[in-house]
């Protein structure tokens, strides 16, 4: 799973959203679902005073070590879920998620914690698939969530990314949305990005 997940997760088509909000990041950053670490080369490593990479899935730390061997980045790993964040209140300037809200269990606990942990002044950094606009879509993704949760590691397909982050307590300071490009069409299911910058009310 490590390796299928790491291959589609580095698909062309996702490299403009992490080149839009992975740059963004400074201070002290955590990035929630780190997986085998495919944002790094994204971060301003300049800007950043420490990044913490949260991810449960351990067996993929591994591929993560291999890519963070090198950088100019203080990183450490840490092996848990982001329902329960191991850090202080308020101790956080950015926390980063990218294609991950859609497999965390219990992702409104998830973002209460990423809340949580981030300073006044502090920000959340996104790019996730989700919910289209369109009711036709969302049928479809509604009837495929299942059966793909199923093989794709919890995946949801029809999580709203925006209405969650709201529902959560963050306000929307920029959102952009569209489908991957090239995947308009009968792919229009799996394609739907929202990408920005949120900040805790």
């Known amino acids: 799973m490590p390796a299928v997940l790491d291959r589609v997760c580095a698909l062309p088509v996702l490299e403009q959203y992490r080149r839009a909000v992975v740059p963004l990041a400074t201070g002290r950053v955590l990035e929630v679902g780190f997986g085998t670490g495919l944002n790094l080369p994204y971060y301003a490593v300049d800007r950043i005073e420490r990044l913490w990479g949260l991810d449960p899935g351990v067996e993929m730390q591994g ?17 848990c879920s982001g329902e329960e964040i191991p850090m202080e209140t308020d101790s956080i300037d950015t926390v980063l998620v990218t294609y991950t809200l859609c497999s965390i269990p219990d992702v409104t606990q998830a973002l209460g914690e990423m809340r949580r942990v981030i300073k006044p002044g502090g ?40 209405e969650m982050l709201r529902e959560s307590g963050f306000r929307i300071d920029r959102l952009e949305q569209g489908y991957f490009p090239g995947m308009a069409g009968w792919f229009r299911p799996l394609a739907f990005n929202s990408w920005g910058v949120a900040t805790p009310q």
Do not use: K, M, Y
């Open 123 to 162: 920000r959340l950094l996104f790019s996730e698939h989700g919910l289209a606009p369109e009711p036709s879509v969302q049928g479809w993704q509604h009837r495929l969530t299942p059966p793909w949760r199923a093989i794709a590691g919890g995946c949801h397909l029809n999580r709203n990314v925006p």
């Open 63 to 79: 591929r993560a070590l291999a890519r963070i061997a090198g950088l100019d980045l203080d990183v450490e790993l840490i092996g």
